[in-house]
């Protein structure tokens, strides 16, 4: 292939990702000659482009301002937040629609946690939804084994360092805690690694049920594991709104 064909792709594969249309639909519209490409109607979809190329659907130029898309998806249990295959164990992407194969995850869970992955096309929204400093807080329902000792959660709710980790404050509830198998619904504005596991560990607790069930002013609903859905328009505007403040 020619050294200038090498950033460029199909130009119905490239409108489609900007939301134009589907690629059959975009093939349709090359067939009727829509579309100009460089200045000339084009009538075969053989054509490679990019960003730079300048390309008009019924005479008007088209902007490529990226179609930014984030979806919410219920990361199963048994399911590794990763995008390469490690053991015999499925990975998100081997449960997510192909169409979803180059987008990333925001908010990794572990092997064993299920619960809100925020996917989207964006790198950028990833990155600010992770970011600390940005303080989006994370929503997890989690049961724990143990004996429920209301001053030691209190304690550790605080903030505390574990094996050289410092974790921050949290907010939380308790329920049933008369019981072996308790809840605790926890609220996080950090999101390390085994950050819950390792806080109830600390205080001789067992977290056997760990589900996230907001992440910023995205939230799981009514998904079941393994299904990804949209995030609705209302939960796109807070978070734009948020970053607008900070």
Known sequence: MKKELLDKVRISKFL????IGSRREIEKMIKDTRISLNGTKITSPVHFV?????????GKLIIFKKFVQIYKFYKPVDCICSKNKQDDRKIV??????????????????????????????????????LPNNKF?????????GH??????EEIS????????????FQYKLFNKDKKNFWIE????????REIRELMRSINLHVNKLTRL?????KLGNLKPGEIRLAEQKEIKLYESYLGKI
């Open 16 to 19: 489609a990702s900007y939301n």
């Open 50 to 58: 990019n960003k730079n190329d300048s390309i008009k659907l019924d």
């Open 93 to 130: 992407y081997e449960i997510l629609p192909k169409k979803f194969k180059n987008f990333i995850f925001a908010g990794r869970l572990d092997v064993n946690s299920d619960g809100l992955l925020i996917i989207t096309n964006t790198g950028e929204i990833a990155r600010n939804l992770e």
């Open 137 to 145: 807080t994370r929503k997890y329902i989690v049961r724990v084994y």
């Open 148 to 153: 429920c000792d209301e001053h030691k959660i």
């Open 158 to 169: 605080k903030g505390k360092k574990i094996d050289g980790i410092q974790y921050r404050p």
């Open 186 to 193: 926890m609220i996080l504005t950090e999101g390390k690694n």
């Open 214 to 218: 907001e992440f910023g002013p995205f």
